[in-house]
């Protein structure tokens, strides 16, 4: 299948990203959003972005001409009645979306492939109210889509099952790396990755440790190149600690994915990280950031705390065969930048060490959060 005309729909960070990518390509893109000025003042940011690019000898002015030029504002869903693939990139709202799938359908061509770039939210689920619903399939992006390399494709339960080689393709043509993952709750990366936030939250908690030291750690031991809090200061406070709610309601309530009081509290005082200027870490123009007291035991109980946790998910994941061992620790490289992929992670430092350091957690805590995979005790 050819795909040369591309709709996105939300003019944000994502969609603007994702309409950069798709042109970069050379597809022909109409980008839509409710609206129209933001718009037009994303669209013109890209090319102030890609002129000082173009200045700087990444890119020829006559490329960065041409990706403007291959950018069509649409001025309603209708001029998207020519695509071969529209992408959705909108407010995490399953209603929205929707009523956008069910309005899109009316305009687009019966071959049109219909895509979400949800990062959490079901594709089986979006898709379960659309006429045609073989044709929906979930391509997340992650932010900055120019930069970061990973692309997950999602079926859902409906989704025609040529479809998702298809899309593989694209996004490999697309010079991004792709990897296939299972309807679940956070798919790949933000399923695996829940712990990183989460147990470094819950060492602060309880005084533990500083959130300078538990960053410090994860960079010096696991050679990270941003500690958890770092992160999440630039992801956004409100944002990561939305994520973790929905996995963790998606999963029944799984205590693995227990949102944080502490994450709660800091969403519910605006102190959100960067975008705020305040978040674990103050980033007001003559702020200092604290130097961290240096405790090599305790680095070495934090580092190994936050790696269990994330090397057990990654287990428990290849065990409900949610992607292949591959991709798994493909998505995690590249997806959120660490610097192994954690099943091969899990093999270096050793299974049984693994497994010994969660039992240890247990007995302490009482707690299902830090029960192994099934799987754990068996690999070697």
């Known amino acids: 299948m050819n795909i040369n005309k591309v709709g996105v729909i939300g003019s944000g960070t994502m969609g603007i990203g994702i309409a950069q990518v798709a042109s970069t390509n050379g ?9 129209f000025e933001r ?24 490329e960065a001409e041409g990706i403007i030029s291959r950018i ?31 309005d899109l359908e009316n305009i687009v061509s019966a071959q049109c492939i219909l895509a979400s770039n949800t990062s959490s939210i079901s594709i089986t689920s979006l898709s379960s109210g659309l006429k045609n619903s073989e044709r929906f399939i979930g391509i997340h992006f992650f932010n900055p889509a120019p930069l970061m390399p990973l692309v997950e494709i999602i079926p859902g339960l409906l ?16 010079k991004k790396t792709p990897v296939i993952a299972q309807d679940n709750p956070g798919f790949i990366v933000n399923r695996i990755a829940r712990p990183f936030y989460g147990e470094a939250l819950r060492i602060v908690e309880e005084k533990i440790a500083t959130p300078e030291q538990v ?4 960079k010096t031991l696991g050679n990270f190149k941003m500690g958890p809090f770092e992160l999440m200061d630039l992801i956004g406070i ?3 600690y939305a994520v973790t709610t929905t996995v963790y309601k998606d999963y ?26 305040k978040g674990f870490y103050d980033y007001s123009e003559n702020a200092q950031k604290p130097i961290p ?47 192994k992929g954690l099943l091969a992670w899990g093999k270096e430092i050793g299974y049984e060490k693994i497994s010994a350091t969660l039992r240890n957690l247990f007995e302490e805590y009482q707690e299902e959060r830090y029960r192994q995979s099934p799987l754990l005790k068996n690999l070697k």
């Open 27 to 35: 597809c022909e893109v109409f980008l839509y959003d409710i609206d």
């Open 39 to 62: 718009t037009q003042a994303a669209l013109e940011n890209l090319n102030q972005l890609l002129r000082k690019l173009a200045g700087k000898g990444k890119l020829t002015l006559e």
């Open 72 to 102: 069509k504002i649409a001025k309603n869903l209708q001029d998207l009645q020519d695509s071969d693939l529209v992408i959705e990139a909108i407010v995490e709202n399953k209603e929205i979306k929707t009523k956008v799938y069910a």
């Open 159 to 174: 989704t025609d099952k040529k479809l998702p080689e298809v899309v593989y393709q694209l996004i490999k043509s697309w």
């Open 215 to 218: 960053d410090d750690a994860m």
């Open 238 to 240: 409100d944002v990561n």
């Open 252 to 277: 029944y309530y799984d205590p693995k994915y227990k949102p944080s009081l502490l994450q709660q509290r800091m969403s519910e005082a605006r102190l959100l990280g960067r975008k705020t200027g």
């Open 293 to 339: 007291e240096k405790d090599e035991e305790l680095y070495e109980k934090i580092f190994m705390r936050i790696i269990s946790m994330l090397i057990n998910e990654a287990v428990e994941a290849k065990r409900l065969k949610i992607a292949t061992d591959e991709d798994i620790d493909l998505a995690m490289q590249k997806g959120v930048n660490y610097p």
